[in-house]
């Protein structure tokens, strides 16, 4: 009986599914609806710490989104529009910070601790709060930039 429980249980649950690669996330990042960026940048952050050397691509996108900008896009969309006659999304406050969380972790993987601290600030309690992150890497390297920077 318990084996059969066990053949119904998921090896993955939907929304830990393994990602092998950020390509398809990084795309969403430019799509005109806010809760496909949402979904993407929260998809990012689980996988961030693995893929960052993809996630570091689109680090302007990242920062612009955090800032409450639009993602800048060189190209045509899909309705063969030019992206800069596009009208500007304005993503959420939770959006917003999901995006410096990611950039913040590309910085820390890129050695660039000043600028992961500054969006780990940005990103909030929920993303970055140094009571529940004691011991990691991340929080211990952040921490000690900030006290090198402001003492």
Not at 56 to 62: H, N, R, S, V, Y
Not at 82 to 107: E, G, N, Y
Not at 130 to 148: C, D, P
Request: proline content about 5%; aromatic content about 4%; some cysteine.
């Amino acid at each position: 009986m318990a084996s059969s429980s066990l053949l119904a249980t998921p090896l993955h649950p939907s929304n830990t599914t393994p990602v092998a690669t950020a390509s398809g996330l990084l795309a969403l990042l430019s799509e005109s609806d806010p809760s496909l960026v949402s979904h993407a940048l929260s998809r990012l952050l689980s996988v961030v710490d693995t893929l960052w050397h993809e996630v570091a691509e689109c680090l302007p996108d990242l920062e612009a989104i955090a800032e409450g900008g639009d993602v800048a896009d060189d190209v045509m969309d899909d309705d063969g529009v030019a992206a800069a006659s596009r009208p500007s999304i304005a993503h959420d406050l939770p959006t917003r910070q999901t995006a410096a969380a990611v950039a913040s972790r590309v910085f820390f993987h890129l050695e660039e601790p000043v600028q992961a601290l500054r969006l780990a600030l940005e990103s909030g309690e929920e993303h970055f709060d140094i009571r529940r992150g004691k011991g990691s890497m991340y929080v211990e390297r952040l921490v000690n930039a900030a006290v090198e920077t402001y003492v």
